[in-house]
């Protein structure tokens, strides 16, 4: 199938959320209509600023009866603020985080296997998928309070493919569950988590139910619900996984597809872009067939290695033809793309190899031609007129130390992606 995915299912209605500032509403009136099941993994949770309206609003659909579940990562989140922990444990809201780090930290690499995926589903109807974390858009863990929000982008979902966000959130609760059960010796409680079902009630059930509902149900987004927002119905999409299990390639493996198949333009806007040799030769090979790649980038200083690691291969883009523009008047968190306003995706992944070998991150991916229409001239529109493009002759005129600092990132990169067994 060109441009496409065998997972691709017709009757979904797809909403394009730009920033906190559009996703968080758009939750909480979800939750706040929940009558059966809350479920929500995110990486970041901030309870503070315009997130805390999540917060409360999990808060009060426990308040009402429905069961709410909610998955932090333990890098992202360390801990949930011990007044939270309380208000949410006296209405039982069921909360876990994934991976806690421990005494060593990060210094294990095992701890790198992270939960980046940001998924939530209501009632086993509607989902969200995107890039957008729980916390305020003007708010930054490393630029601290930014002067414009920043530039992310999540969907609101109806129609098949929620089923298979039920279906892969739940098996990750029941595995966090049964390794709970196991630490505190409880083995007779950690076998029923691993069968997905719990001694103590019968949560498991009613997604089961859930999923098949959800499966024949269309959904009930609106599509006109604000003048910023823009969306689609009965599009073809699918929901793709990367873990480290059975989808350890899928998402990688429909970006080099899609890319090999475009005929025409290209569309990157990704937070962290330091693609492996795969995914940098099918762009190569693009533009020598004449195809425009363009490439939408972080343009400010976070941290040495997203910084240092990344300049190498950009240098190696634009020498190619390809256009590399960086992003500065806010933080850039996006990881969307799009090519011959066709396929389309919207998610948690980077293309880096912390994404692509190691976490657990989710896309929703289209070929409906109305959606890739709407993200190419969102995405052209910031291209053309909110960023700056990165000069060759200033790349390849870099000072020498530069360049070292710049190689020694890149080494130093792929050294601990072989201490994890892979090669990038």
């Known amino acids: 199938m060109r441009h496409g995915h065998s997972n691709l299912q017709e009757g979904h209605q797809l909403l394009l959320l730009r ?8 939750l909480v009136e979800a939750m706040d209509t929940a009558r059966q099941v809350v479920h929500l993994e995110t990486y970041i949770f901030e309870f503070a600023g315009s997130a805390l309206q999540v917060a409360e609003a999990l808060e009060r659909a426990a308040r ?26 006296a209405v039982g809201v069921q909360w876990r985080i994934y991976a806690p780090l421990g005494r060593l930290g990060l210094l ?17 109807t509607v989902g969200f998928c995107g890039g957008i974390n729980l916390i305020d858009d003007r708010d930054d863990v490393a630029l601290g309070r930014l002067d414009e929000p920043r530039l992310d982008y999540a969907l609101r979902v109806a129609g098949p493919l929620v089923a298979d966000m039920v279906a892969t959130m739940e098996q990750l609760w029941w ?5 709970r059960e196991v630490r505190q010796r409880a083995f007779a409680a950690a076998w029923s988590a691993l069968r997905g079902s719990s001694p103590v009630g019968d949560f498991s059930k009613l997604l089961r139910k859930l999923e098949a509902r959800a499966r024949g149900l269309a959904g009930e987004a609106d599509t006109d619900a604000g003048s910023s927002l823009v969306g689609v119905d009965d599009a073809r999409a699918a929901l793709l996984l990367r873990d480290n299990v059975s989808h350890r390639h899928d998402i990688e493996r429909a970006y080099l597809k899609a890319i090999g198949d475009a005929r025409a333009h290209i569309i990157i806007a990704n937070a962290y872009f330091i693609p492996g040799r795969k995914l940098r030769k099918a762009l190569f090979k693009a533009r020598e067939r004449g195809v425009r790649v363009r490439l939408l980038l972080q343009g400010r200083y976070e941290n040495f290695f997203q910084y240092r690691a990344a300049r190498p291969v950009f240098k190696r883009l634009v020498n190619a033809g390809i256009e590399v523009c960086e992003y500065a008047p806010s933080a850039l968190h996006a990881k969307v793309a799009v090519i011959d306003q066709r396929w389309a995706t919207v998610g948690s992944t980077n293309l880096d190899p912390l994404s692509l070998l190691l976490a657990r991150e989710a896309n929703v991916v289209t070929i409906d031609r109305r959606f890739g229409a709407l993200l190419h001239d969102c995405l052209d529109d910031i291209v053309c007129h909110r960023s700056t493009p990165v000069d060759a002759a200033a790349l390849n005129a870099r000072r020498w130390h530069d360049r070292l600092l710049d190689r020694m990132a890149f080494g130093i990169m792929r050294t601990l992606l072989f201490l994890t067994g892979h090669r990038y």
């Open 64 to 89: 009402r009866g429905v069961a709410v579940r909610l998955v932090v990562d333990g890098v992202g989140t360390p801990a949930v603020p011990e007044a939270w922990a309380r208000r949410f444990d």
């Open 108 to 124: 294990l690499p095992s701890r790198w296997r992270r939960l980046h995926r940001k998924l939530c589903v209501v009632d086993g």
């Open 19 to 26: 920033g906190g500032d559009e996703l968080f509403p758009a």
């Open 175 to 179: 595995r966090m569950q049964a390794t």
